[in-house]
């Protein structure tokens, strides 16, 4: 099995950081992509930020400047560095990654979200 294990979340004040956390375990051959998704009230899920194996980065372009991702392959982790926030970053924020397993079946798995809320 494999799970994905988020930490991080919390209240912030506007202009405030925070960094989140996701650490990747069990059967895993190789992750391709790992990323950060968010979903506000009444909204979709969407993008926030992604980032490959070689380390190519994409951004929604609502945080772009703002936010930082990275991730560390030996620890199978990815983080999320969230600086000058604003309470339109308010959502529940998830892990994703699209991974192989030991059996090499390829599938894409989620977190359990966290909770990231800007307000004064």
């Known amino acids: 099995q494999v799970q994905l294990v988020e930490s991080g979340g919390g209240l912030v004040q506007p202009g405030g950081s925070l960094r989140l956390s996701c650490a990747a375990s069990g059967s895993i051959l190789s992750i391709n992509v790992m990323g950060w998704y968010r979903q506000a009230p009444g909204k979709q899920r969407e993008v926030v930020a992604t980032i490959t194996s070689g380390g190519t980065t994409n951004y929604a372009d609502s945080v772009k400047g703002r936010f930082t991702i990275s991730r560390d392959n030996a620890k199978n982790t990815v983080s999320l560095q969230m600086n000058s926030l604003k309470p339109e970053d308010t959502a529940v924020y998830y892990c994703?990654?699209?991974?192989?397993?030991?059996?090499?079946?390829?599938?894409?798995?989620w977190g359990q979200g966290t909770q990231v809320t800007v307000s004064s």
């Open positions: 994703n990654a699209i991974l192989v397993r030991t059996d090499n079946f390829r599938s894409n798995y």
